[in-house]
């Protein structure tokens, strides 16, 4: 089955710990990207990544790190999260970007306190 | 900023009813997309329509899109209680720059 996958679902931590955020596709995507989603701000870009090796900066890129070593796995990296990172977070990937629908993961719900 | 608007924010109608909700945007696009989000999950393409189309079915959604006005909307016809969600267009810029911009959405709630 096509399919987004990220790991935890969900995840409480406390502040200044690092943290990862995996996800992974079996579509032989090359484009992949993290959002996160803030009530009444919708979807924001985090990082993207064109291709292995690729990867640039979303909209709302600070306190977040990201590689792209294989093509199927994109992680996100909370090297010191804080309160203010406390959001639902979603890994996307699509064929390529723009003109391609974009498959997106279940989520992982973080809180920071 | 963010590139779509939806409108309106938030929408309840009856089951059975048609359930329409528009999306404007600022600059010129090359294509347009509709995604639907169920409570808390990931989101789900409906459908994606091209600056030079102007509807586009699927089922029972029809989508239009104006872009002299810049502007494009998404119809539900004969609503189910299982079309409940949250409804994003999502639109790529046509400058060279192929991101894909999320709008904030539209809450629909269908009555049962």
């Known amino acids: 089955e096509a399919q987004v996958t990220q790991n935890p679902r969900y995840l409480i931590t406390v502040t200044g710990k690092k943290l990862t955020v995996t996800c992974s596709q079996n579509m032989n995507h090359e484009y992949m990207s993290w959002y996160r989603q803030d009530p009444g701000l919708g979807l924001r870009q985090i990082y993207y990544?064109?291709?292995?090796?690729?990867?640039d900066k979303g909209d709302v890129p600070e306190g977040y790190k990201v590689s792209r070593k294989e093509k199927r796995n994109f992680p996100l990296i909370l090297e010191s999260p804080s309160p203010n990172q406390t959001s639902l977070y979603f890994c996307a990937s699509s064929l390529r970007e723009g003109v391609y629908e974009q498959y997106f993961g279940p989520g992982t719900r973080l809180t920071v306190t | 900023s963010q590139q779509g608007e939806e409108d309106p924010q938030a929408l309840s109608i009856q089951e059975g009813e048609n359930a329409t909700m528009n999306c404007s945007y600022k600059?010129?696009?090359?294509?347009l997309q509709w995604y639907r989000q169920n409570s808390g999950r990931g989101l789900v393409h409906l459908i994606l329509?091209?600056?030079?189309?102007r509807e586009k079915h699927s089922g029972r959604l029809r989508v239009t899109l104006d872009t002299s006005k810049k502007s494009s909307s998404l119809l539900i016809t004969a609503s189910r209680a299982a079309d409940t969600a949250s409804y994003f267009c999502?639109?790529?810029?046509?400058?060279?720059?192929?991101?894909?911009?999320f709008g904030t959405g539209t809450r629909l709630t269908i009555i049962p």
């Open positions: 999502a639109t790529d810029l046509n400058f060279g720059n192929e991101k894909l911009t």
């Open positions: 990544s064109m291709n292995v090796e690729v990867t």
């Open positions: 600059t010129s696009i090359n294509n």
């Open positions: 329509i091209r600056s030079n189309e």
